[in-house]
């Protein structure tokens, strides 16, 4: 049997998740689209989170009780530094530091961020491909009461607590496609927009210039799982900045967000009192149990998706 091509825009935990549950699924050809716009130097080197987490969750290298980093890992490093007067807020561990430390000196070398990427996912036995949207630099920067602060800042430093105003992507003007998304967006037979933060993880690859154009070119229906279930995340502050920046922070306001790109959206049952409204949207609701607790809810949600989009292709084919 031929593999189901699939291919996964993802953000960090959430779209890991996601990817981990469609990479344990036989007779799927998983490609990942990451989020690269939370990328940021630490004591000299070039740190991507959400990448990074992909890589780990991936490799079953993640530690599972965060659901980012490395398991099993250590702070010496950073210990060190602390003890140096280096401001050491952003934890990055030992094992992690080793990551970086390759990706810094690849980057420092001219070779292409997409190709450290795929060869970084090979030596780590990843059978699925992960991506970048982009090889530019592009960096989301959240603007607060205490001004324009980056994503990190924002995130880790102050742990989401400032009201968020506005959004910019610093670099997305001058950003172009890599080919390699562009062809796995263009061969897909079905496209999956991740339980990510759809306004700091999703925006940031959807805004890159061609990125939208090759979703509605492609032959492959475009899905969405909701990050909200009745109103709450699971993990992250995506609820919070939605209601900041003047959208409804629940499944509808997500599918309001992603209208006229979606063919299906993915919800919660506990959010099927929307669902007249998202079809107003313009895509067809469909809602299950979309929590992903452990290995094995993360792979029946990528097999009710996967099944949702066999009974689609038979009605729309009959």
């Not at 398991?71 to 280096?86: C, M």
């Not at 629940?250 to 959010?271: C, K």
Request: net charge negative.
């Amino acid at each position: 049997m031929t593999a189901l091509r699939v291919t996964l825009l993802a953000g960090g935990v959430g779209g890991a998740k996601m990817a981990e549950g469609f990479a344990n699924l036989p007779n799927v050809a998983l490609t990942v689209i990451g989020n690269i716009a939370d990328d940021q130097d630490f004591h000299g080197l070039w740190v991507s989170p959400d990448i990074d987490t992909m890589l780990y969750t991936l490799s079953g290298r993640i530690n599972r009780d965060q659901g980012w980093g490395v398991a099993d890992e250590g702070r010496r490093a950073l210990d060190t530094l602390a003890e140096l007067g280096a401001d050491t807020w952003m934890f990055l561990g030992d094992r992690d530091f080793g990551l970086h430390i390759y990706r810094t000196e690849r980057l420092g070398q001219g070779h292409r961020p997409t190709d450290i990427t795929l060869d970084i996912a090979k030596q780590f036995g990843i059978k699925s491909r992960i991506l970048l949207p982009t090889d530019e630099k592009v960096q989301t920067q959240v603007c607060t009461e205490q001004g324009w602060l980056s994503f990190q800042d924002y995130f880790v430093r102050l742990r989401c607590e400032p009201s968020v105003s506005a959004l910019h992507f610093e670099g997305i003007d001058a950003a172009k496609p890599t080919q390699e998304t562009l062809n796995a967006i263009k061969d897909a037979d079905l496209i999956v927009i991740a339980p990510s933060n759809p306004l700091v993880s999703i925006a940031p690859i959807l805004e890159i210039e061609g990125i939208v154009e090759a979703m509605r070119a492609a032959s492959a229906p475009v899905y969405a799982v909701s990050p909200l279930i009745a109103g709450k995340v699971v993990k992250g502050p995506a609820d919070r900045m939605m209601a900041s920046l003047g959208l409804r922070p629940n499944a509808l306001g997500v599918a309001e967000h992603y209208a006229g790109i979606l063919d299906i959206f993915v919800a919660d049952r506990a959010d099927s009192s929307f669902a007249t409204q998202i079809k107003d949207v313009g895509m067809r609701p469909v809602f299950t149990d979309i929590l992903m607790s452990d290995l094995a809810a993360k792979t029946r949600l990528a097999g009710d998706v996967i099944q949702m989009f066999v009974s689609e292709t038979k009605r729309v084919s009959m």
